[in-house]
């Protein structure tokens, strides 16, 4: 099995490094000055243990790989950049060919499934940072992460199943789910509060649990089917991360779209989910919805993150209720 890793940041940047380091068959996609360092540098893969250059081959587009039956491709680019790649991919790979989405939402599955048969959904729980091209600051050594899967909308069989087994190979936790979107629906309350990371950093008062409370009451309405808190904690249990020499750690995905000034960010797939689903059901989501203008609003505008206060948040959620 050759993994094609399509988005080596932050995410897809861990997984191929870990798996190239297993000895597994990788690929990375990836574009601009990543791209570059990569291919003509390598991947300079950081983590608490050790600080090692890795010479993966790399592609700047999915035109320049000649695709195999045996071929599994990890979409791991952020959200906002998924139906681009869909394009991209329809016309360079066959219809069947596994698409593992290992991303934050769940919007992601459904897109990628009007043009590919065999689609996977991949929660993410894996601490990593990408700011400068060519590097990848992953947190955590053992596990590297939880990457639990399957089938979407539903089900197991043998490709994510060898996904799988490859995945904890190379020091990951990832077990094969029958319902593995019921994670992601829950991770996807988690992500409510990139944004949130993203604008303020600080105390965010009562914002995080009252985006929550907006999601459960859509997922409720919409009748989806999300793990429980006590559940995820059982099933995410004994991951940890630690520090990296010289590093100072910065925040998640949402943060580090502001930090590099990449001109988009992620929350319209992440908040603008729960209010999509509101809209859709009938149910009022003002806090996810004040999120998802501001961050849009941050990235246009090129602040750096940590630019509001919380109270002035609660301020614009209160002018939308």
């Excluded at 089900?155 to 593995?180: C, H, K, M, N, Y």
């Excluded at 509101?278 to 246009?300: D, M, S, Y």
Aim: hydrophobic content about 35%; charged content about 25%.
């Amino acid at each position: 099995m050759r993994h094609i890793i399509y988005g080596a940041g932050a995410i897809g940047g861990s997984i191929g490094a870990r798996l190239h380091l297993a000895g597994k068959q990788v690929v990375l996609i990836a574009r601009g000055d990543h791209y570059n360092e990569l291919r003509t540098r390598g991947l300079r893969y950081r983590n608490p243990e050790s600080d090692v250059r890795l010479e993966i081959p790399v592609v700047d587009h999915p035109r320049k790989i000649e695709f195999a039956e045996d071929d599994v491709v990890f979409f791991t680019m952020k959200s906002q950049h998924t139906h681009g790649a869909l394009l991209d991919l329809r016309d360079n790979a066959d219809p069947r060919t596994p698409i593992v989405c290992c991303q934050n939402g769940v919007s992601n599955e459904p897109a990628a499934l009007r043009w590919f048969t065999n689609v996977y959904g991949m929660v993410v729980m894996l601490p990593a940072t990408h700011l400068e091209p060519g590097e990848i600051l992953h947190y955590a050594t053992v596990p590297g992460g939880f990457l639990d899967c399957g089938r979407f909308p539903g089900g197991i069989d043998d490709v994510i199943a060898s996904v799988a087994a490859d995945l904890t190979d190379a020091g990951f936790t990832a077990r094969p789910d029958e319902r593995a979107m019921r994670w992601k629906y829950a991770k996807l309350l988690q992500n409510l509060g990139n944004s949130l990371q993203a604008l303020c950093e600080r105390d965010y008062g009562d914002l995080m649990s009252r985006a929550r409370q907006e999601a459960l009451a859509v997922y409720d309405a919409a009748g989806v089917d999300c793990a429980t808190r006590d559940e995820t904690r059982e099933q995410f249990k004994g991951g940890s991360s630690g520090a990296i020499a010289g590093v100072e750690r910065g925040g998640g995905s949402s943060w580090q779209s502001l930090a590099r000034g990449t001109g988009d960010i992620e929350t319209d797939y992440l908040n603008g989910e729960i209010c999509y689903l509101g809209r859709l059901h009938g149910i009022p989501t003002p806090v996810n919805e004040t999120l998802t203008v501001l961050a849009a609003r941050a990235i246009r505008t090129g602040v750096s993150p940590g630019s509001m206060t919380a109270e002035q948040i609660q301020t614009e959620v209160m002018n939308r209720s």
